[in-house]
């Protein structure tokens, strides 16, 4: 009874420690919503990559966006960064199966092409809205799994917004910031 105790345990938590980006099922409802949506023009949440990293399906096609104006600690680094885990676990529990695309206002038309990073895979730069409303970068900084990223000195739309949330997560002490 105790070895079957203990592989049961044990193959919990190398399910958790895995770092393979197909690995978590799509993305529960959000907890505690009241069913009513907010979004204007929603996308599909195919899954969650990291803290930071997102596919979607919007018109039929598959794309990875990445979360402007943050950053969370690398999951694919090697040994993983502490919180990597955390952050892509609070994603994939709070994000929902549709959000809203939001472009920074520095962003010319069409964003689909020009508003990309520069990673092998290049991910569409934009800040997610949760179907409660709420913005995804907003709340990941507000529990300290995420820090204000800030390419080439550039100004954004949220980057004050965001840098306030960043100082409240280090001055309570949470997440990464303990």
């Known amino acids: 009874m ?3 105790l203990s592989m049961c345990i044990a193959i919990t938590i190398s399910a958790c420690l895995t770092t393979d980006d197909s690995a978590l099922p799509p993305p529960p409802p959000i907890p505690g919503d009241s069913g ?3 979004l204007q023009d929603p996308v599909l949440v195919l899954r969650v990559v990291d803290g930071d990293t997102i596919v979607i399906e919007r018109n039929g096609v598959e794309d990875r966006i990445r979360l402007k104006g943050i950053d969370t600690p690398e999951l ?3 040994p993983p960064e502490p919180f990597s885990d955390e952050a892509r676990i609070y994603v994939n529990n709070n994000v929902g199966t549709r959000i809203d695309l939001q472009f920074d206002s520095g962003c010319p038309e069409p964003p689909e092409e020009l ?3 520069s990673q092998p895979v290049p991910r569409l730069l934009t800040y997610v809205r949760l179907a409660n409303g709420s ?3 907003a709340r990941l900084l507000e529990v300290g799994l995420a820090k204000v990223y800030v390419f080439n000195n550039e100004d954004f739309d949220r980057k004050q917004q965001y840098l306030s949330l960043e100082a409240e997560a280090k001055s309570n002490r949470v997440g990464q910031w303990q």
């Open 2 to 4: 105790r070895f079957a």
């Open 36 to 38: 009513v949506s907010l």
């Open 76 to 78: 694919f680094a090697s």
């Open 115 to 117: 508003c990309r990073d």
């Open 135 to 137: 913005d995804l970068g």
